[in-house]
């Protein structure tokens, strides 16, 4: 059972899904912000949820756990709401925590009240997973700092009041707050991806920028993006396990409704072992996530590899529940536009974006080596 204040968030969250859902194929099957989603978004005063109560939000600073308990809802229900209402806080953290007091008034009221969409140009063409490899930069001319580069499959691009830019400034690397409308700024169409998706390459040619609009200190870039992570990784992991569960409850309810052999067909043992089996791995999954976004709050820091571990196992376990729910459904789950169809094909990019598996593991290998063998050496130590 969620203790308050949780259990409430979760009950505004579904009430929320459940205006969204009469529209929500319709929502997901766009590249663009569905604007009814908006509109019921910003109704229900959740994304003030990503901002601290200083600017209008809900908790004194930015709550992990609420913030998994509102996505684990909104996603078993439309991936559009679900981003919509994620990348408000990845999209404006970092002025949350290292923003001057102009940006803070600025922006993060109209962020609570989803007035302006956020974004966070961190992707390039050659740069992934390796965001030390970005090339666009800001470089010093005639005492005026100017932003060039080209930023690729970044999230709510088009539709965004700014961006947070991550940029290469000297022999380091910062964040740069820059307003959509900024001469020299364009953006142009990502390639369509399985799972629809607001994407958007983001060219910067020549823009210039004031010392006002870097938000924290000069080079103080890669850790802000890493703060960033700290807090809304684990989130990632919420989203896979609402995803899994709406693609369970597809499958219950279908298994329970349709019979083969004289039987439903969750009383045939293939199908049993599926359901039984994708339902414990939520559970496990679930509770990891909670457990490490609790853990995230009093030390986001300290806690990026166990954020990394709730987003890789919830993504994983997202991708074989609902392979399996579309196998126990036979035909009925190949249905163009059905919800379990959209789910799979959500399920898909999850393991994929802010960390791809792979490139998690070694992460949390690291992390694993250096825990027991700091262990180890304590023990040897006491002895």
Not at 3 to 27: H, I, N, Q, S, W
Request: glycine share 8%.
């Amino acid at each position: 059972m969620l203790p308050e204040p949780y259990a409430g968030l979760r009950d505004e969250a579904r009430e929320l899904a459940m205006k969204v859902e009469p529209f929500a194929t319709e929502a997901d099957a766009i590249s663009t912000v569905h604007p009814e989603v908006h509109r019921l978004l910003a109704e229900s005063r959740l994304s003030a949820l990503l901002v601290p109560g200083a600017y209008g939000g809900r908790f004194d600073a930015v709550d992990p756990l609420a913030v998994c308990v509102v996505r684990e809802a909104l996603m078993a229900t439309s991936g559009n709401l679900d981003a919509l209402f994620a990348l408000q806080g990845i999209g404006s953290f970092a002025i949350s925590v290292a923003g001057s007091e102009q940006q803070r008034a600025r922006w993060l009221g109209r962020i609570a009240s989803a007035e302006v969409l956020a974004a966070l140009a961190l992707t390039e063409p050659e740069a992934g997973s390796d965001i030390r490899a970005v090339s666009t930069a800001v470089s010093d001319q005639d005492d005026r700092l100017v932003l060039n580069g080209q930023k690729s499959f970044i999230s709510n691009a088009g539709a965004a009041g700014f961006f947070t830019v991550f940029a290469r400034e000297r022999e380091a690397f910062s964040l740069f707050l820059v307003p959509a409308d900024a001469p020299g700024l364009t953006v142009r169409p990502s390639p369509e991806i399985i799972a629809p998706h607001v994407l958007g390459e983001v060219d910067f040619n020549g823009v210039v920028l004031d010392e006002s609009d870097r938000i924290g200190d000069a080079g103080a870039g890669f850790a802000l993006v890493m703060a960033t992570l700290c807090i809304f990784r684990v989130s990632v992991a919420a989203a896979a396990v609402g995803l899994a569960q709406a693609a369970l409850e597809e499958a219950v309810r279908h298994t329970a409704s349709r019979e083969q052999f004289g039987r439903p067909l969750y009383r045939l043992g293939p199908v049993a072992e599926r359901l039984a089996d994708s339902w414990g791995e939520i559970e496990a999954a679930r509770l990891l996530t909670y457990r490490v976004a609790e853990l995230a709050r009093a030390d986001p820091e300290g806690t990026l590899h166990l954020s990394s571990m709730a987003k890789l196992v919830a993504s994983e376990t997202a991708g074989r529940v609902v392979d399996r729910c579309v196998q126990v459904m036979g035909r009925f789950g190949l249905i163009r536009q059905s919800k379990i169809e959209r789910l799979y094909r959500m399920a898909r990019p999850m393991r994929i974006y802010e960390g791809a598996s792979e490139a998690l593991r070694p992460g949390i290998a690291r992390a694993l080596v250096t825990e027991l063998t700091d262990l180890s050496q304590e023990g040897t130590s006491a002895s």
